[in-house]
């Protein structure tokens, strides 16, 4: 009698206890059939990675990095995927015979959300300069969109995200405007997609803002939801993704590059939406 073989991964983080990781990898294993797979949650902080990583077996596929451990994963990693390297960040590291390899399908699952929307060329506006900031512009330069303007409190702050662009050969203009919302609002009109990244409330003051029918506005906070902002565009008849997709979208690409199968999108997203209701 055959068994099936044994393959570990995990979602690393700190704290982590509130990851919604775990229900969508096993999900995804059981759609699958991978009945020797299972997936799990560590609390690991910036300190310990390397020793956790140098501690893992052959049975390991990969693992899920979520903050503190995005930036320091590139340290552990024996080789690093043009996205992750452009971003200067990672999520998900997978272990393969040539060792083990950083990649960043955060971007994946912004570009898969934005698409999914409807969204494609044009202008797009990302609020934010932080790691998913520059998420959103690698994936928005993968689209091919026409002109990227990204607005902040503070273009001394964006210089982490300047270098990511300048990575990866794509222009954005940065605009000091968060700090005033009517010049924000105006930044926004006739945009094609629009990316926030700020944290819950944050973005509250543009809701009012004339949102185009039809814009893809993608938050990506997931709780609580509606946001405002999300809330006042859809009522101008934009298109609205919300977090909960993009983390979706970005574990879907990484149980592909685990598994080397096509991510179930159907079983993960009912994981996905019945995990969120049992929280409610």
Known sequence: ???????????????????????????????????????????????????????????????????????????VADHVAPGAAAIGAGNTLVFEGTGATAHNTDVTGIARSLRAAGAGGGRAVVLGAGGTAQAAVAALHDMEVDAVDVLVRDAGRASALRGTAERLGTEVTVHAVLTDPPAAARLLEGADAVVSTLPAGAADALAGARWRPGTVLLDAVYAPWPTVVAGGAAAAGARIVSGLEMLLQQAIAQVELMTGRTGPEAAMREALDAAVLARS
């Open 1 to 75: 009698m055959s068994t099936s073989p044994v393959r570990r991964a995990a979602v690393l983080g700190s704290p982590i206890a509130h990851s919604l990781s775990p229900a969508l990898h096993n999900a995804a294993y059981t759609a699958l059939g991978l009945a020797g797979w299972h997936y799990d949650r560590y609390e690991v902080d910036e300190a310990g990675l390397a020793g956790f990583v140098a501690g893992l077996g052959p049975e390991w596929a990969g693992l899920s990095l979520t903050m503190p451990l995005k930036r320091v994963l590139l340290d």
